[in-house]
């Protein structure tokens, strides 16, 4: 994974840099003359349709609610799922229960979409945006490079497979717990290929990258009144902000997988290489979108790839390591 490359997207990837009709970074005379601002953009103050409006969003705390929110809402969600399902007989079976593949899957697919649903009401009423514009979610530019952002997923898939089955992985994981009969394996793949890739790619590429961008950027500006002027007309991302960025988030991002792969360190740091490329997609394009299809393609070579060696899923004995 680490020799992966990203192959350069259509004539809009250039200009994925730059904030019109500001661009004060340029002026910074620490940055050099020729280098061009890395930028994640937001309307600057005075362009915002009222007073008081962040210039910098999603920062830590629009992230930590997020996160909360939908942290509460699966807690809450198996909650109802499990006593609606199961009577409470002892507190053995209860758990075992709840870690039913059709239970959870079902429990976080209506967290997700809960969420995002409440996301998609609440923010904007914080941002003074949609909630499209404040994570750069951007569908147009997802949609007119399709046919380079999935070959970029499918590629990182099958190339992270392969890489996989060279590393040393335990003979048994919670993952495989999902993979036991066909039903079970059917609903993974659709949540897998259609829901997860987009709530995740909101909550780590929409939401915790600028957030933890916003936070370096903030804890390293000088203690002078020009630079406090500065932040607060400029919506630019320094390139360290962003590369500290990417890199917590990925490990956020691997550390999420963490239990389902039994804390298995070579698959997790395969992951956070994945991620690292789901990032690079989303800054270059400035779409979340974009990086969401990559994920989805991704996860769709994974599902490709079960499916052509079981049979159709019938044959999921073949699994076995």
């Known amino acids: 994974m680490s020799h992966s490359t990203i192959p350069p997207l259509p004539d809009e990837v250039p200009r994925v840099f730059s904030t019109p009709p500001l661009n004060p970074v340029a002026d910074d005379p620490s940055l050099p003359p020729s280098r061009t601002a890395i930028v994640i953009e937001a309307p ?33 969600t198996q909650t109802v799922l499990l006593g609606m399902t199961h009577a409470a007989v002892d507190a053995q079976k209860m758990v075992t229960a709840a870690a039913h593949p059709k239970l959870l899957v079902a429990a976080m697919a209506i967290t997700y979409v809960i969420t995002l649903l409440g996301s998609f009401f609440v923010f904007p ?11 750069q979610w951007d569908f147009s530019t997802a949609r007119r490079n399709l046919h380079k952002l999935i070959p970029i997923g499918l590629i990182t898939g099958f190339a992270v497979q392969a890489i996989s089955s060279l590393i040393p992985v335990p003979k048994s994981i919670p993952m495989d717990n999902f993979f036991r009969t066909p039903s079970d394996v ?12 987009m709530f995740e790619e909101i909550c780590f590429r929409g939401f915790l990258l600028p957030a933890f961008a ?9 203690k002078t009144p020009a630079a406090r ?6 919506t630019a991302l320094s390139p360290a902000s962003l590369v500290f960025a990417a890199i917590l988030s990925s490990i956020f991002f691997a550390l999420l997988h963490a239990e389902q792969l039994a804390h298995a360190w070579a698959a997790l740091g395969v992951l956070f290489f994945v ?7 989303r800054i270059r394009t ?9 994920h989805a393609s991704y996860n769709f070579s994974v599902f490709l790839t079960l499916f052509i060696a079981t049979g159709g899923f019938r044959h999921l004995e073949r699994m076995a390591r």
């Open 186 to 197: 059917w609903l993974v793949a659709a949540f897998g290929t259609l829901l997860a890739p």
């Open 125 to 135: 009423l914080l941002w003074q945006r949609s909630f499209g514009n404040g994570i």
């Open 275 to 281: 991620s690292l490329i789901l990032t690079l997609v």
């Open 214 to 222: 916003i936070a370096y950027d903030w804890l390293s500006l000088p």
């Open 44 to 76: 600057p103050p005075s362009e915002a349709p009222g007073p008081g409006v962040p210039a910098r969003v999603p920062h830590l705390g629009h992230a930590l609610l997020f996160v909360s929110f939908a942290g509460l809402v699966l807690i809450l």
């Open 229 to 234: 002027e500065r932040w607060h007309i400029t």
């Open 286 to 294: 400035r779409s979340v979108a974009c990086s969401t299809v990559v």
